[in-house]
């Protein structure tokens, strides 16, 4: 069984904060990190699918970064708004043989007004 | 709208009963994801399906299977319904079957066991 943690669990900032939150996965057999943004009551939507060390990935006021080498990735969202307020996932690809999804559990922000 | 569709939104049954999920991919995506999520374990993926042939396999019962058919739909068929098995089911499409795409995922299917 595959090992991958996002932390923290939950997280409350205020809106205009910035906040990054972390996914850790193991560190051998890398294929693809993907994040996603999941909203209440919504099905889970794709930011990021990131292949190489190293990548770096922006999507207006969201970023993301891959070190696949000591295994984590980090999501950035700058100037937090009430409608980023989701749950937000990252799946590791990897492993020997098929590669299968593995999901971290998520961070829940929520960004108050 | 990510152009995936799922049916039925909601299904309520009793244990021992079995359901078949429903799941059509954006038009061109040819490969269709299974999905679970269960308050307990968090999102797990089930199984894959690529151009109707079986391309991966996940946490997936013995007592549950797919398939894709040529139009590309699938079918998620669950039997011998257990109170555990109550959870969302959602499907995912891409264009390809490789994991360096974004997949689109559908609404889900909240499925109670009862």
């Known amino acids: 069984?595959?090992?991958?943690?996002?932390?923290?669990?939950?997280?409350?900032?205020?809106?205009?904060?910035?906040?990054?939150?972390?996914?850790?996965?193991?560190?051998?057999?890398?294929?693809?990190?993907?994040?996603?943004?999941w909203e209440t009551a919504k099905s889970p939507e794709a930011l990021f699918v990131m292949t190489l060390n190293g990548d770096e990935k922006k999507k207006g006021r969201i970023s993301a970064t891959l070190n696949t080498k000591e295994g984590y990735s980090y999501l950035y969202i700058k100037g937090s708004q009430p409608e980023d307020s989701a749950t937000y996932l990252c799946a590791f690809i990897g492993g020997r043989g098929s590669y299968i999804p593995t999901f971290g559990r998520g961070t829940s922000l929520i960004v108050h007004p | 709208d990510s152009g995936v569709t799922q049916t039925p939104k909601h299904l309520i049954t009793a244990t021992g009963q079995r359901v078949t999920l429903r799941c059509s991919p954006r038009s061109g995506d040819l490969s269709v994801y299974w999905y679970q999520q269960s308050l307990d374990q968090g999102l797990q993926f089930l199984i894959q399906y690529y151009n109707g042939e079986e391309r991966a396999k996940g946490n997936i019962l013995e007592r549950f299977s797919a398939q894709q058919f040529p139009d590309l739909h699938s079918e998620l068929n669950l039997s011998s319904l257990e109170l555990g098995d109550s959870a969302l089911y959602f499907c995912a499409s891409k264009p390809g079957g490789a994991w360096g795409e974004t997949q689109y995922f559908g609404p889900g299917t909240r499925l109670l066991v009862l």
Do not use: K
């Not at chain 1, 900032?13 to 990190?33: H, I, K, M």
């Open chain 1, 1 to 37: 069984i595959l090992n991958v943690e996002q932390s923290p669990q939950s997280l409350h900032v205020q809106e205009g904060d910035s906040t990054n939150f972390t996914c850790s996965f193991p560190s051998s057999n890398f294929y693809a990190l993907h994040w996603y943004r």
